[in-house]
């Protein structure tokens, strides 16, 4: 993940003691070598778990999503934030907060891709507080199916959202962990 941490270092912008940029790698601008390093690396974790799902929400967890299913050679379900006219009522919902919109956002996944036969990885590009994931993971348990684990680009490990899930039993694998933002510089777990 050498790649990873050096975008990390050198392109990514702390905006406040909660908030980072990573916008010109991740999730604007997205860097193809990055994003397939990270796509491989997931599945190199997960070898051998028989995942036949991966799952995220739109949008910036789409990019993470398809490169991991691509290394996985598994679908990528992605759960949307608005409905469609073209799902109709056979769909799971859950709700998700994001902090840093200060919005609450329902997310909606059809029925007939997601079923209690799926062996599920939920990837993303932020793990925060974990509201993204509690509501992917409410998306899993509403269809009965197994939720393998979590893989996470960035955990900003001081907003305790990683704590809470492994504290549930939720298998959380972590690509860069930052323990703070503060004084305006990235602070690495090692």
């Keep these: 993940m050498q790649l990873l941490t050096e975008k990390m270092k050198n392109n990514s912008q702390v905006v406040s003691e909660q908030i980072l940029r990573v916008d010109s790698f991740i999730n ?8 397939l390093e990270i796509g491989r690396e997931f599945a190199r974790r997960f070898a051998g778990t028989q995942i ?3 799952l995220t929400v739109e949008a910036s967890g789409i990019a993470v999503g398809l490169t991991t299913a691509m290394a996985l050679q598994a679908p990528l379900l992605f759960a949307k934030k608005r409905k469609p006219s073209t799902l ?3 769909c799971y919902q859950s709700q998700i907060y994001s902090f840093t919109k200060n919005e609450s956002v329902d997310v909606f996944v059809a029925k007939e891709y997601l079923t209690a036969d799926d062996r599920v990885l939920i990837v993303d590009d932020f793990l925060a507080r974990g509201e993204a ?8 348990e509403q269809a009965g199916a197994h939720l393998v684990g979590v893989g996470i680009v960035i955990e900003k490990v001081f907003q305790g959202g990683g704590k809470t899930l492994r504290n549930s039993g939720i298998r959380i694998e972590s690509l860069i962990k930052v323990n703070s933002l503060e004084g305006g510089k990235l602070h690495f777990e090692e």
């Design 52 to 54: 036949n799902k991966v």
């Design 28 to 35: 604007h601008m997205i860097d193809p070598e990055v994003m």
């Design 88 to 90: 109709d009522q056979q």
């Design 133 to 140: 994931l509690k509501g992917l993971t409410k998306l899993v």
